[in-house]
Structure formats: structure tokens, C-alpha cells
């Protein structure tokens, strides 16, 4: 004869989980988590794929972040000699000019322009193309290095 008892679901009426533990989700398999693997990436998982994006660019440094180079072509040097000379930055010898780049913060001379003034320029590094015009116009260059 077969024992006759009340099933577990009449017992366990108005507790919610049906004894499966906390309301996360209980006995379920993967309706739990929101589905397997790239289940709802498209949808509901949308948030953690984009934080996991944006979590993979964090931490790029440069390869020196310390080297800074500020360049200014020799042409533009040339052509505003006047106004340096007016502003106190730059200062007139004879029939030349002479200006320290370093005490303005300019770091490096580039050779783009025209030069017709005699310039004598101190400063951290030049290219071979400012050098030469620089110095076919009657000029001088003073090369400073940074550990002085």
C-alpha cells in the first residue's frame, strides 16, 4: 500500500521561494544569471560590456610624459624681431638681434621661413636647415644643453 502524504508544493504555499533559498532565482539554471555566456549582450548585459570596455583603456601612459619640445620656426622669428624687441624679449646689437630662446620656454628652432635679419639665438636645440640660414644671413647660433 502506498503512504499517503500532502506534496511539498501545499506546505510551502505563500513562502515565495518554495524553499530554494533567497529571491535571487533559486531553482533555475541559467534564467539566474540572465543566460549563458554572451546571453543578452545585445540587452540586458549591455552595461557590464561597456564598463569591461571601458576598464580595457584604462592605464596608457606615454612613453616620456616629462619630454616636452616647443618649436618655432625661424621665419616667424624673423618676421616678428620688431615686436620682440618692443616686448623686452629680444634686444637689438648693432645691425643684429640677439634673443635667448630657453628663458622664454622655446626649446626648439625649426627652419621654415625666410631669415634677412643677423640673429644671434640661444637656444636648446636647431635643425641643420635653421643653422644655415641662420647663419648665410650674418647670424650666430648658441646651442645650451638642460643640464646647465
Known sequence: MTVR???KVRKQRGS???G???ISGGHRKSGQ???KGGAGI???KRITR???LIDSQKGFTAPNPNLTTRAINIGDINRQIEKLVTNGMATK???GFKINLTEHGITKVMGKG???NALQITVENITTKAREKIETAGGKVILTSEDS
Open 5 to 7: 502524504r500532502p506534496k
Open 16 to 18: 515565495r521561494t518554495h
Open 20 to 22: 530554494y533559498g533567497r
Open 33 to 35: 544569471r540572465g543566460g
Open 42 to 44: 545585445k540587452d540586458h
Open 50 to 52: 561597456i564598463k569591461a
Open 93 to 95: 646689437e648693432g645691425k
Open 114 to 116: 625666410l631669415v634677412t
